[in-house]
């Protein structure tokens, strides 16, 4: 199976910050990797797909990038909604895999 | 808009078993892959099974693989996950999730899950 390492797993910063992400798979993935946003007690819901395509009706401020096996995700403008866990996935092959998560909180 | 409800879960005891059902609305699974994703405090997201849209093709976790069985109705734009000898760590929230397709695609829909417990 393929790891997926994702760091840091929890993150406090100010309204306004920019925010990064980092997420390293085990292997190469090319770019079959998505960024989820998850609020509590509701499920994950898709970000950025394909490591750095936004999807839609999702804010500028959130953007991804990255290939191989180095990823990052980032918000340039940390805003109050923002503050949920972010978890990064591989697609490449099943079984899908996650990254243990990165709990943002605001400062 | 695409909706995936989830419904089943419940309280089994160990050995148990329990058959959650997953409401596909706004897009039919003629065209879709499915997963199904559960999630807990200890351990995150863990992937579960995959059905393929044309419904011949079905992939496990080691982890439920013998156990578990995933179905789909086309006819009812649903789907199911039969989950027989469970166990303590079946303990979850279960999610169906849309595959985007096709091709090597992941996740774009989620259902709000169901939680399933395993407890004696």
């Known amino acids: 199976d393929i790891q997926m390492t994702q760091s840091p797993s929890s993150l406090s910063a100010s309204v306004g910050d920019r925010v990064t992400i980092t997420c390293q798979a085990s292997?190469?993935?090319?770019?079959?990797l998505s960024w989820y946003q998850q609020k509590p007690g509701k499920a994950p819901k898709l970000l950025i797909y394909d490591a750095s395509n936004l999807e839609t009706g999702v804010p500028l401020r959130f953007s991804g990038s990255g290939s191989g096996t180095d990823f990052t995700f980032t918000i340039s403008s940390l805003q109050p909604d923002d503050i949920a866990t972010y978890y990064c996935?591989?697609?490449?092959?099943?079984?899908?895999?996650f990254g243990q998560g990165t709990r943002l909180e605001i400062k | 808009q695409v909706q995936l409800v989830e419904s089943g879960g419940g309280v089994v005891q160990p050995g148990g078993a329990l058959r959650l059902s997953c409401a596909a609305s706004g897009f039919t699974l003629r065209n879709y892959g499915i997963h199904w994703v559960r999630q807990t405090p200890g351990k995150g997201l863990e992937w579960v099974t995959f059905?393929?849209?044309?419904?011949?093709?079905?992939h496990y976790a080691d982890s439920v693989k013998g156990r578990f069985t995933i179905s789909k109705d086309d006819s009812r734009n649903s789907l199911y996950l039969q989950m027989n000898s469970l166990r303590d760590e079946d303990t979850a929230v279960y999610y169906c999730?849309?595959?985007?397709?096709?091709?090597?695609?992941?996740?774009?829909?989620w259902g709000q899950g169901i939680l399933v417990t395993v407890s004696s």
């Open positions: 292997q190469d993935i090319s770019n079959f």
């Open positions: 999730a849309r595959d985007q397709g096709p091709g090597k695609t992941g996740i774009d829909y």
């Open positions: 996935q591989q697609y490449e092959i099943l079984p899908l895999t």
């Open positions: 059905i393929h849209y044309e419904g011949n093709d079905k």
